[in-house]
């Protein structure tokens, strides 16, 4: 590859780049032009539309690439898989087209819902196409039961009718750099924040779920709280917001 690339002879055609974006495919071949006055300047990469933020990249999902973002969304706590079906709906068409396409290839029925089955036979179907490209041995290759698959659906099904929405589903696999955006991070705040007081209440916090997701006890509301609350003040302020968003890591309810 690196001798091609010093040649200038690279290929934009075999696996994984029909599925790449024109835009994407466009910044490699300026950054790897052989003439240095021909090629790309990193200034240039930066404000290139499909770098910049705002700019025209997708969210396309590379093979088992969705089974890792469901995975890591069923991990998260209620508060933060709503945050995120929030942020979800604010993205424009051209930032979760792959997504988009995605969940059409699940939803084989068009009824704008991905049923148990609907997920078994996505999962499987790329768990058998990492298999055919050599990614058989452990790891999120390897075929899901189907038992892991319901306690998958059970946790990115928000509403809990027993299907996954495309609202839910663009939540679970929207990339995480999204909540490096300030701007989604502060929509999503505001959401909580009904009346812009500028925290988030344990009732604010009720009602939102509610809306979005669904109904849960007080004292269940009061531990996420609690639980995001750094300066125990009783009430959530954007800082804390964004610390809880931008956590890595298993956080479950």
């Known amino acids: 590859i690196f001798r091609a690339v010093l040649r200038g002879h690279f290929n934009l055609k075999s696996d994984p780049w029909p599925h790449i974006s024109d835009g994407a495919k466009d910044v490699v071949r300026r ?3 052989q003439d240095p006055k021909e ?11 499909w770098v910049r933020e705002g700019g025209i990249a997708g969210d396309n999902v590379i093979d088992d690439t969705v ?4 995975k890591k969304f069923s991990e ?17 068409d051209a930032e979760i087209k792959g997504l988009g396409e995605m969940f059409k290839g699940f939803d084989k029925d068009a009824s704008g819902t991905i049923t148990l089955q609907e997920l078994n036979e996505g999962l499987d179907s790329l768990s058998l196409e990492n298999t055919s490209k050599g990614k058989d041995g452990t790891g999120l290759g390897d075929k899901m039961s189907i038992e892991e698959i319901k306690e998958l659906l059970l946790a990115v099904d928000a509403d809990k009718d027993g299907t996954i929405s ?6 679970a696999t929207i990339h995480l750099n999204k909540l490096e955006n300030e701007e989604n991070l502060w929509k999503a705040f505001q959401e909580f924040d009904a009346d ?4 988030i209440t344990t009732e604010e916090l009720m009602e939102t ?7 849960m006890a007080m004292e269940e509301v009061q531990d996420m709280i609690a639980e995001v ?5 009783g009430v959530i302020n954007y800082d804390e917001f964004v610390s809880m968003m931008r956590q890595s890591g298993p956080n479950k309810d």
Do not use: C, V, W
């Not at 812009?196 to 925290?199: A, K, N, R």
């Not at 609350?229 to 003040?233: F, P, V």
């Open 76 to 92: 998260m706590t209620k508060f933060k898989k709503t945050a995120l079906k929030i942020i979800a709906t604010n993205l424009s």
């Open 209 to 215: 779920l509610k809306k979005h997701s669904s109904p």
């Open 196 to 199: 812009g007081s500028g925290h």
């Open 166 to 171: 495309y609202e839910e589903f663009i939540a």
């Open 31 to 33: 950054l790897l032009k």
């Open 39 to 49: 090629r790309m300047t990193a200034a240039e990469a930066l404000h290139h539309p």
């Open 229 to 233: 609350d750094k300066d125990n003040n």
């Open 67 to 70: 089974t890792q973002r469901l």
